[in-house]
């Protein structure tokens, strides 16, 4: 039996996707995720073939202390998870984050003998394990404690292994991490074309999907957008998808009377995202920070060059020619790879086939699979 701890898994269906398709190996699995709000409770829900396995949604957290006193927060998470959870039939841990799952991971492995693996993500890196210096030791325990440690892209598992506040377990974290990236919803797998056209004009459709929060540098994009269309070599044709976050008012105030960049609000049905993505020529995503950003991949499945951020989510994970990434974010910057994109437009290159195979859920889920078996 697997015990997932995931305190996002409501937040995310990345986490759902990998839980149904282990399912379908008939593992057994109890995913265990501690909430704040009590509207998430459901969220995600799987109806399990496996009839061992559940899913605690547990109301265990509040908005305000257990996001600065990280231990205290981990504790009341292991005793939640002892009071809820036979331990005695868990096998295997799986931690999905390093510091807000691992952390239980390793106290439960310590007192239960039960081996844990843990991944690295977007907030360990650049949140806890950047400012919480205090929590610094107890985060390389969970590392050297760890049976494999996975990274999501192949940028972080490089900053991991270069990172000079983890020289004295260098060694060890050779041997153990490994990247196994996300994958996605099978529609955008069963609908994936090559048909990529090598030419384009200077009126062009550029395309953005997902929240409208600061570390997503939406409003960079936005300016650099109105920048181009400015100065009136090339018209550039903004859609934004999605919305919400600590930016939304100031990106809507911002393109209350720019009639080149419209904005859909959140759309949920995947053949109208379908035909959004075919609309489009560009896909401009200049996050700050990204674990992956799983809409590069629908992106580039649909035969769109991207915009990226140098060291962050999907870079260095193609060899190929996929798009142009950001080394700054300001939007100057963006401004100038968004024009690079649409005059180099012929010579990117998308690698569908490898593409399918890297971002499929079955085959992730039987990496999975071997690691918890190894």
Known sequence: MILHITNDYSGSTVYKNLV??????????????????????????????????????????????????????????????????????????????????????????????????????????NLFFKYFIHERNFGKRILKNAQKIITISEVYKKRVLESDK???????????????????????????????NNTISNDVNALYIGKFDKGKNVLNLVKAVKNINHKGKHKVHLTLVGGGGSDH???????????????????????????????????????????FGLVYVEAMLQCLPILYTSNEGIDGFYEENIGEKIESLDEIEIENKILKLITCFSAYHIPTEKLIVNHDWKLIAKKYKELYNA
Not at 60 to 77: G, M, P
Not at 179 to 193: A, L, R
Not at 265 to 277: C, Q, S, W
Request: aromatic letters at 10%; proline letters at 2%.
């Open 166 to 196: 983890l020289t004295s377990l260098k060694s060890s974290l050779l041997d153990k991490v490994m990247v196994i990236p996300n994958g996605v919803d099978s529609f955008w797998i069963e609908n994936n074309t090559s048909n990529k």
């Open 249 to 291: 008012l100031q990106i809507l105030e911002n393109i209350k009377e720019c009639n080149l960049i419209s904005f859909t609000g959140k759309i949920t049905d995947k053949r109208k995202l379908l035909d959004i993505y075919r609309s489009n020529q560009l896909f401009t995503m200049p996050s700050k920070a990204e674990t």
């Open 20 to 125: 149904g398709e282990l399912d379908n190996l008939n593992l057994g699995q109890i995913v265990y995720n501690p909430i704040r709000e009590a509207s998430r409770i459901g969220k995600n829900k799987i109806d399990f073939k496996n009839k061992k396995s559940k899913i605690f949604y547990s109301k265990i957290l509040n908005k305000y202390t257990d996001r600065i006193l990280y231990k205290k927060k981990i504790n009341k998470i292991v005793k939640d998870i002892e009071s809820k959870v036979d331990l005695t039939k868990i096998t295997y841990i799986h931690a999905h984050t390093w510091y807000s799952d691992g952390g239980a991971a390793y106290i439960l492995s310590q007192k239960y003998n039960i081996p844990y693996i843990v991944a690295i993500r977007n907030t360990d890196l």
